[in-house]
């Protein structure tokens, strides 16, 4: 268990407007899973909630994620992360596909970038 999760271990709300549903779905093929999924969530969106307080002001920020397909359900991880950022209080919000993925076609690499208000 990560240190996050110990110190926060009750799962809080994700604010993606159909994050909830994808993570029912995910945990109507496999319990466990969905669960891995909010909690990994919650993680970055302690994290990003921290790191506002420590970057200076008009800092950018860049991150590279991968959306993923659990079952037949995808995850949007770079909206994810979008709505995450902005919910944390950042600005010039957005992502762009950076490459195709070798695996399944769906399935691209992003940045992810925000600016510190």
Not at 24 to 36: D, R, W
Not at 38 to 51: A, E, M, T, V, W
Request: aromatic share 12%; charged share 25%.
């Amino acid at each position: 268990m990560s240190a996050i999760r110990k110190i926060h271990s009750a799962e809080t709300a994700v604010s993606y407007p159909h994050f909830n549903d994808i993570v029912s779905a995910i945990s109507e093929q496999h319990s466990s899973l969905g669960k891995k999924v909010h909690r990994d969530f919650d993680d970055i969106k302690l994290h990003l909630q921290s790191l506002r307080k420590v970057v200076t002001p008009k800092a950018r920020c860049f991150y590279i994620v991968g959306n993923s397909k659990f079952y037949d359900t995808m995850l949007p991880v770079e909206e994810i992360y979008a709505a995450l950022f902005e919910d944390a209080g950042f600005t010039d919000v957005g992502w762009k596909a950076i490459r195709k993925r070798n695996s399944k076609k769906e399935l691209f690499e992003y940045v992810v970038h925000a600016v510190a208000p």
